[in-house]
């Protein structure tokens, strides 16, 4: 039997496109974010295989405001991933 642990933070539901960021931002992938937390989120694209484990993902939202994250990838399969935001970037600023 498989234990779940409950999530550190509610998932809000959403569909923002986002940019992941990476390799000295020199290259970016496009992507969907699908839900969303201050502590991760889960986001979707075709292709995340160039992904590294640690990038910069920019949200846009359908207020036309962006937001820029540290992410780590914590889990990824079949063109979805699971990332965890960088919260001690949060707390130096």
Known sequence: MVELKPRA???????FAARIIFDGRNKSLDVMV???SPL???IEAE???AVPLEFDLIIGSFVGE??????RR????NGVMGVAFDTTADEEN
Request: contains cysteine; charged residues 35%.
């Open 9 to 15: 933070a509610e998932r809000r539901r959403c569909y």
């Open 47 to 49: 292709d995340l295989s």
């Open 74 to 77: 914590i889990w990824q399969d």
């Open 40 to 42: 991760g989120a889960l």
């Open 66 to 71: 962006s937001s820029v994250r540290r992410a």
């Open 34 to 36: 699908r839900n969303v």
